[in-house]
């Protein structure tokens, strides 16, 4: 049995592509593309149907939204502050789901950190929903459009100003779907560069790196100490 094989076996039995890579012995990142693959041959065509997607009130904040797109935030003024988690839920057999969660910083960094894909039931995917938007004031349902220029759109933002998102993003990204042409939202706070600094950031480097890119007057930040 070859590797691409072992891999299908065990993503049939529910496993995360993490835990595919633990059981093999081999890195996340030749698991991934594997995953990838067998989805695709698995779903033909057609990407599996989307069952849930959600984003936290306040996902808007700060940030310009095509007014035509339709895109509603039930809690604009919740304090989000530019930090938006988006979780997406796709069919993965009758009574199960692959599901994959997002942090993106919409003001600078893009994909902080990501989770997935794992398959969950009905229950399982409740819970876990409840405790991924645990910080936020609500969360409400959203289009997997919406999720997609969210998340794709700050990856693409970042890397313009020189972050890459986390390593962990790509596995994950595959239950968004594909991603085409340019996002119908302007990331920054106000279409400005803004960067927070995170509890495991180096903050250091990432002013260094803004200022490569951009220059002083080009962004704004707050760090701890500041």
């Known amino acids: 049995m070859d590797l691409k094989d072992r891999v299908r076996e065990l993503r049939l039995q529910g496993r ?3 835990e595919i890579a633990r059981a093999l012995k081999v890195s996340p990142s030749v698991v991934a593309p594997l995953v990838r693959a067998i989805a695709e041959e698995s779903a033909g065509t057609a990407e599996p149907e ?10 808007s904040a700060g940030l310009g939204v095509d007014p035509a797109r339709g895109w509603v935030d039930e ?6 502050d530019g930090i938006v988690c988006v979780l997406v839920a796709r069919r993965h057999n009758w009574d199960r789901m692959s599901v994959s969660g997002y942090l993106v910083d919409a003001y600078c960094l893009g ?11 009905d229950r399982e995917l409740a819970r876990f929903r409840e405790f ?16 997609r220029h969210l998340v794709f759109g700050s990856v693409d933002y970042a ?3 020189g972050f890459e998102p986390h390593d962990d993003f790509a596995p994950a990204s595959e239950v968004l779907g594909k991603w085409e042409g340019e996002s119908a939202i302007t990331f920054g706070r106000e279409g400005k560069p803004f960067y927070v600094q995170g509890p495991d950031d180096d903050a250091a480097k990432v002013l260094r790196t803004l200022r490569r890119t951009l220059g002083d007057d080009e962004f704004d930040y707050l760090t701890v100490g500041q």
């Open 132 to 147: 991924f938007f645990g910080e936020y004031q609500g969360w409400q349902e959203a289009p997997i459009e919406l999720a």
């Open 50 to 59: 989307v069952v849930g997607c959600w984003v936290n009130h306040g996902w």
């Open 16 to 18: 995360s592509p993490k």
């Open 75 to 80: 809690g604009p003024e919740s304090g989000a």
């Open 159 to 161: 890397r313009g100003l």
């Open 111 to 121: 994909a902080k950190n990501a989770i997935g894909p794992d398959v969950l039931d």
